[in-house]
């Protein structure tokens, strides 16, 4: 590096050298020409000097500046610099610590520039060095410009990466995972050159899908914004819209120097990749170029074709995994079927048959069937019996003494009532009689409010009267609802569903298995009646439990015929 530096402070010594030879030997010139011109003149000048206007002067300076300073290489510091002028010019100066010149672009070299310039970049400038007559300025019209070695791109690209980075932009938490099988696949690079070729090459040995593919120039002016509108469009594409929305986004291009891949470190397209809402593979340059879009992409690949490896499996690789885990499946299902065969023929040798099952039932049937006439005739005996009993304390004197008894009370108490009417109506009558003299003696109109107290009672009968069936009315409704709820609640609409109720011997509701022994006698309730029954095997009751007798119940009696 030092060596290189010599070598550049030499040459351009050199280069200066023959500059301040060249202007020597114009004002050399220039002085023959004034010499010359003031001998034509000596008549009629006091002076030998020849005279000119601003204009000549400025214009043979100018002539005499860009011949001596016709192509030259000035090396220093950008300052002053705001972007190109509205005119599309750019003006700026290029200083170091004792001198300093102003600096211009036109329009069409700044649109061929391979980086655009930045207030504090050291630079190469190649150009002429020309004047400015109507300012008595000089400056140099660049024509190349290049910054001053790769260790100023590269400390420019730290910069950058600093400052991005402090945004949270290469951050991990913000990268995406790429889709296991995306349907629709971006590509983002030029239309012309190989990378697409291979892209779409690779993408069709391992998994065909359909690409997009967004045309941009991936160098030179203007090639950043490209690529940064290129992603911003693909993200604004509807997924239910005519162009499908890709599932994952390529950004590609070939390897190249540090200034032909320059533009994938705009910060605009860095910016376009850290918002991508679509995963992102950046694919620019080989495996040794690093870019800043490599560090805001989801994924970085080493190559264009590494990319394509990345969006999409093999689908080869896909369908032989899928028949392996089919057989394993298939496999796997075919020794659970026959494990569970032989669970259940091992189980059904540990099941008793049917003839073992209802050998006591039917006995039991057998011993109570045979019981059963005997008992209808004792059961017939014995309620004859107690009628006979009954019958016995029946006697029609009795009830001819009860019947008088009865009949002569009742006499009594319909005298008793009928002089207490009288009494009543006496009563009435003279309160009548003394209220109609009353009201005979008062004025008229205190009948006539009477009249209207009357009438007013009675309408308050009538609204006390409605309002007591309307009170009625709606308690009958409240406790037909209340009916309808306790109707619901009833287990007895459990039982018209198809259930039973359990009771024991002493007709109260079993719950538990484990309340029950093997021979206990048991009623079970359904939605139109009992039947009884007898228990095989009891249940294991719980701890605590109070133990019930295990003596075999009697049968349930026979109800009454009577």
Known sequence: MQRQRTTLANDFDGRENRFLRQGRASRLSLIDIQRGMSNVFD??????????????????????????????????????????????????????????????????????????????????????????????????????????????????????????????????????????????????????????????????????????????????????????????????????GTIPRPDVLIVARGGGSLEDLWSFNDEIVVRAAAESAIPLISAVGHETDWTLIDYAADVRAPTPTGAAEMAVPVKAELEAQAAGLAARLQGCMNRQMDQRRQSVRALMRALPSLDQLLALPRRRFDEAATGLGRGLELNTINKRRGFERVAAHLRPDLLAGRIAERRQTLNERMARAERMVERLIDRSKSRVDRAEAILASLPARLKTQTDRGRERLGNLSRHADTAVRHQLTRARSELSAQDRVLQSLSYKNVLKRGYAVIRDEDNRPVSQAAHLSAGMGIAIEFADGRVGAMTTEGGTPPAGAKKRSTKPAEPPKQGSLF
């Open 43 to 240: 008549g009629d000048s006091p002076t030998n000097l020849a005279e000119y206007s601003v204009s000549e002067l400025s214009g043979s300076i100018k002539r005499t500046v860009e011949t001596a300073f016709d192509q030259v290489r000035v090396r220093g510091e950008i300052s002053g610099y705001r972007g190109p002028h509205s005119s599309g010019h750019a003006y700026f100066a290029l200083k170091d610590d004792r001198a300093r010149i102003d600096a211009v672009i036109w329009k069409g070299t700044f649109s061929r520039l391979k980086f655009r310039p930045e207030e504090g970049m050291e630079v190469i400038a190649t150009g002429k060095v020309t004047t400015f007559p109507g300012s008595s300025k000089y400056q140099i019209v660049i024509e190349t410009l290049e910054p001053a070695g790769a260790g100023a791109l590269m400390a420019l690209i730290e910069e950058r990466k600093r400052k991005l980075g402090a945004e949270g932009l290469f951050d991990a938490a913000r990268k995406k995972r790429l889709p296991f099988m995306p349907g629709v696949i971006g590509v983002v690079t030029s239309p012309t050159g190989a990378v697409i070729r291979d892209i779409l090459h690779r993408i069709s040995d391992r998994f065909p899908v359909h690409v997009l593919v967004w045309p941009v120039k991936v160098q030179g002016e203007g090639s950043g914004e490209e690529v940064a509108n290129a992603i911003r469009g693909f993200n604004a594409l509807e997924p239910s």
